[in-house]
């Protein structure tokens, strides 16, 4: 099981590979096949180096990647950018204070020694004066005041005065002369591997030497309790770069126990840690009169050693209380990093919280689930930004039941507007003598607008057009009503002209029509209507217009309006109607419409109106019914310069044949 696991993470991780990192890694196999198939010789190294160059670039990619992929949390990209922030130049400061305290420990301890080694060579050199200054007579006795002093500073320390005669003290000294060549000279001094504090001073007739070995009592005696300290030697022969100068053995037998202690102290605490320093001290070469070369004097410390001796001289009073304040500070530093990191580890969890649910929502947003909402806390921006992405997922749940609404209704209105284009008459009456054509063309899905032609008998055409106030469901409706109404009433005229009481007339059907829309309908609702029958026995056009727009009828190339005799349908209930009766001529046409080719606007608000008819039907009197309509719709659409239209728009043009 844990063997399939395997492979199933390889075969992931497989696949996550683009096909350049497979190319990487083909490649870097390959100059590992190579380095281990060639052990040496020219192929072998470039195949090393080749291979190492790969493996880095594979390192880095890998390294890219995995940041990028840990960083894809908000929360982890927060953390590493307050680790950029705040952790590492905290870090960078820890470091750099610890490398400044670490080179002060060092300076401050290695400058204790070396200048109370400069204050102890500077009396070898100031004595020296003093005896070469002397007279002859007076040069012993001078030699015997001063030495108690200068030995119990300089352990060791020897004397040799030539003159006219030699002194040497004490008596057994074993300090040599120097070399005539030597001229004045003081400092230290490197002889037979030895180190010695030493001075040469001449004038003529007058040498004098002081010579004091250095051991490490004496370093130690430096600055009591410092630390360890030694000299090295820097060679120039690179084969032999460095080597440890030695000390001469303590003077006067063994080491006095309260005496001071060349060594490095002892640890106070964990972080007392050991600190070495060095730093460049001229000294002479014994064999080389007037040669000098840096040797390296070194200290091995520790912080607690240099504090202790700091304030052990000069802030004795305040030894106790530096440690006790130190140890506030450090408590007080770690009491405010420790609140910084709650405080930013708080409003990271804030941040991070409401952003994981923001998204959480937006996944479950796009599972579709709209009634998801994520929890508030808090009064801040962020708070408010949650509020902001309930209020839209609220919103657009609101919206989709409109839309689904929508949808419906559209639905609904799709099949209205087929019950309306079914109300529309299908066929066009046969005539020898007249031919009818018709368009209408809705604002919207349905139209309040209502043509329709019927034969009568066989000599009777009627034709029928009206408008109805409104647009939309509620002007379709109307419509509806208007169409049944007329329909019925025809019917049932045709029915009486049969039994012989009285023939078919334009104002009653209309007059009938008017009292029943405004028996059946609100009194806000009425139409614009006009019925005409014509008459192939005697060419006779038989009309009733009641408020409708006067059709125009084109008579030897000239328009004219027919007139209107009645009130709209629907209004008043006692409406009276008349008739109207015109002879049709061969070549006549007759047009009808409504105000949705009249009263479309253009952009300025300037109206189609009824002279740009007129001039249509003049350029297009001879042309046919078909192209006619074609024509004044086109030149309407034109004058809207709009898609859409603002008004339904219908044409019906009788063409005498």
């Not at 063994?254 to 000294?283: C, G, L, M, Y």
């Not at 005697?538 to 059709?551: D, K, M, S």
């Not at 309407?636 to 009788?654: F, I």
Request: proline share 5%; hydrophobic share 45%.
């Amino acid at each position: 099981m844990p063997s399939e696991q395997a492979e199933f993470n390889a075969v992931i991780v497989w696949r996550a590979l683009t096909k350049w990192d497979r190319a990487l890694l083909a490649v870097f196999a390959l100059l590992v096949l190579l380095c281990f198939l060639f052990k040496t010789g020219g192929l072998s190294a470039f195949s090393q180096l080749a291979a190492y160059g790969m493996g880095l670039v594979l390192f880095i990619r890998f390294v890219r990647r995995s940041l990028r992929h840990i960083i894809w949390r908000l929360r982890n990209r927060l953390l590493v950018a307050y680790g950029f922030i705040a952790l590492v130049p905290v870090l960078l400061i820890i470091a750099l204070g610890a490398v400044l305290a670490y080179a002060a420990v060092g300076q401050v301890a290695i400058y204790m020694v070396t200048s109370e080694l400069e204050r102890r060579t500077a009396m070898i050199v100031n004595t020296a004066q003093r005896l070469r200054d002397a007279g002859e007579e007076s040069r012993e006795r001078a030699v015997q005041s001063v030495y108690p002093f200068l030995a119990s500073r300089l352990p060791g320390v020897e004397i040799l005065v030539e003159g006219s005669r030699s002194l040497r003290y004490p008596p057994d000294a074993a300090i040599q002369a120097p070399s005539k060549e030597w001229g004045d000279a003081g400092g230290l001094l490197v002889k037979d591997g030895l180190m010695y504090a030493w001075t040469h001073l001449t004038r003529p007739g007058t040498r004098v030497t002081i010579m004091m070995p250095i051991t490490s009592r004496f370093l130690a005696s430096l600055a009591p309790n410092i630390g360890n300290v030694g000299f090295l030697r820097w060679e120039d022969d690179p084969a032999h770069p460095r080597r440890v100068l030695r000390l001469h053995s303590p003077v006067g037998g063994s080491d006095d126990p309260d005496a001071p202690r060349n060594r490095v102290p002892d640890k106070v605490n964990r972080f007392d840690i050991e600190v070495i320093w060095a730093t460049a001290q001229p000294a002479f070469l014994w064999e080389s009169p007037g040669y000098v070369e840096n040797e390296v004097i070194n200290i091995r410390t520790r912080p607690s050693a240099v504090l202790r001796v700091l304030f052990a001289q000069k802030v004795e009073d305040w030894r106790d209380l530096i440690p006790i304040l130190t140890i506030i500070l450090f408590i007080a530093f770690l009491i405010a990093e420790a609140s910084s990191l709650v405080i930013g580890i708080s409003l990271t969890r804030t941040i991070t919280s409401t952003v994981h649910d923001i998204y959480e929502g937006t996944e479950r947003i796009k599972e579709g689930i709209f009634s998801h909402r994520i929890r508030i806390k808090g009064q801040d921006q962020l708070a408010s930004l949650g509020e902001s992405f309930n209020s839209m997922t609220a919103n657009i749940e609101r919206l989709l039941v409109v839309a689904k609404e929508s949808e419906r209704l559209q639905a609904e209105l799709e099949i209205a507007r087929e019950v309306q284009n079914q109300l529309y008459p299908r066929a066009i009456p046969v005539s020898a003598s007249l031919r009818l054509k018709a368009l209408c063309n809705p604002a919207r899905m349905v139209s309040g607008d209502y043509y329709d032609y019927q034969r009568l008998d066989d000599s009777r055409i009627a034709v029928a057009i009206g408008d109805v106030a409104g647009k939309g469901i509620s002007a379709a409706l109307l419509m509806a009503t208007v169409q049944s109404a007329v329909r019925t009433q025809i019917g049932h005229c045709l029915e009486t002209s049969r039994a012989g009481e009285f023939p078919v007339s334009t104002s009653q059907l209309v007059s009938q029509l008017n009292k029943h829309l405004y028996a059946h309908t609100t009194p806000e609702k009425y139409a614009t209507f006009f019925l005409g029958v014509f008459n192939e026995s005697n060419l006779q056009f038989t009309y009733t217009n009641a408020g409708h727009l006067p059709p125009i009828l084109v008579r030897g190339g000239e328009p004219r309006t027919l007139e209107v005799n009645g009130t709209v349908v629907g209004a008043f209930p006692f409406s009276r109607y008349e008739e109207s009766r015109i002879r049709l001529d061969p070549g006549d046409l007759l047009l009808f419409y409504t105000d949705g080719i009249s009263e479309a606007e253009n952009a300025y608000g300037e109206q189609f109106g009824e002279e740009r008819i007129f001039e249509l039907l003049r350029r297009h009197k001879d042309r046919s019914a078909d192209d006619v309509l074609a024509a004044i719709l086109h030149e309407v659409s034109q004058w809207t310069g709009s898609p859409e239209l603002q008004d339904d728009m219908t044409l019906l043009l009788a063409q005498r044949v």
